[in-house]
Every structure is written in structure tokens, then in C-alpha cells.
């Protein structure tokens, strides 16, 4: 369990199929993090969080909860791990709007760098995110994510075509921000 001042990650259990299936049908909460805004069946969320989630080699997902009411608040993921080139590429949602604009994405995403950078020895880290989640953008820039590329109207949402940017961030860069 890796803990912050306001926010704690600790494994995903089969428990969490319910909630996780709450926020996976939440529109508002996929808006941002969803190109497709499909809603599922349960046994869907099930079966994805079975086969993708809790037994995968190639990714590592964690809930976040509120440091102090225990409550489950996000989730937040190491998808796509490559060991031999020490890579991986990070997802966060949080789920509970409430928590949202408190600074909790911040925080949890930095409990899930440290574990990548200082426990998994990664060398980088990468993310994708919708042009129009300015919010998202300017974190992933104060964390030292540098953007990569962009995927030119890669995403129709709501009438209209939107880019897919492509952050990263390497270990050094990370531990350089650290100290600063």
C-alpha cells in the first residue's frame, strides 16, 4: 500500500467489481478517459476486471481510496508493462466526482510514479490523453510529462473530432523534479 497525505492505493480485489462497474457506466466520469462511452453489463465489468486486471503479467491497477474514510475514490493502472524495456504506460480515473478538482488525481499519480520509478526501476512512462482534457494536460506538465506526439483527430466525441496527445516522462526527468 503506498500512502500521501490525502489519498492511499492498494491492490484491486474482486470486491471492487461493483464500484469499478459504477464508474465504468458513469459517462461523466468516462468522458474524459473513454473514447468509446460504451456502457456494460456487470458480468462484462466482471470478466474484464478478471481477466484484464486482476490477472494480467503486462499491468498492475490499484484503487485509490481517501486516506482517512477509507473510502475508494478511483482507480489508477501501470497497462501495457514492458520489463525488458522497463516501460509501461499509466491510466488514472477518478471515479468519484466529488473528489474531483482536490488535487487526489495528482496525488495518487504520484504514489504510482514513486512505485514505478524507485520500486520497478522503469524507465519511462507513458500516457495518452483527449485534447480537450485541459485539466489532465496541465497535471501530467506540473508532474514533468513531456508531450511526444499527437494523434491527429483520433477521437469523435460529441460531433466532433478531437487529438489523442501522447505524454511521457523518463526516470530521470522524474527524479530531477523530485528534487526541485
Known amino acids: 500500500m503506498f500512502v500521501s497525505k490525502q489519498v492511499k492505493l ?16 458513469d459517462m461523466d466520469v468516462m468522458f474524459f478517459t473513454n473514447p468509446a462511452l460504451d456502457t456494460y453489463a456487470l458480468s462484462e465489468t466482471k470478466a474484464f476486471v478478471e481477466g484484464v486486471i486482476l490477472h494480467s ?17 478511483g482507480i489508477t ?4 508493462i514492458d520489463q525488458k524495456n522497463r516501460n509501461a504506460e499509466c491510466i ?20 504510482l510514479l514513486d512505485y514505478a520509478f524507485l520500486e520497478l526501476n522503469f524507465h519511462r512512462v507513458s500516457l495518452r490523453v483527449f485534447s480537450f482534457n485541459e485539466r ?27 487529438d489523442m496527445i501522447h505524454m511521457a516522462i523518463l526516470q530521470q526527468e522524474y527524479m530531477l523534479a523530485q528534487e526541485s
Open 10 to 25: 492498494r491492490k484491486m480485489h474482486i470486491e471492487d467489481v461493483e464500484l469499478y462497474h459504477a464508474w465504468r457506466n
Open 57 to 73: 503479467t503486462s499491468s498492475k491497477s490499484y484503487i485509490i481510496e481517501d486516506k482517512e474514510t477509507a473510502k475508494a475514490i
Open 77 to 80: 493502472s501501470l497497462i501495457n
Open 92 to 111: 488514472i480515473d477518478i471515479g468519484e466526482k466529488d473528489y474531483w478538482g482536490r488535487g487526489v488525481g495528482k496525488e495518487a499519480l504520484k504514489l
Open 136 to 162: 489532465a494536460i496541465q497535471l501530467y506538465r506540473k508532474l514533468g510529462f513531456k508531450q511526444e506526439g499527437v494523434s491527429r483527430q483520433a477521437l469523435f466525441q460529441n460531433g466532433n473530432w478531437h
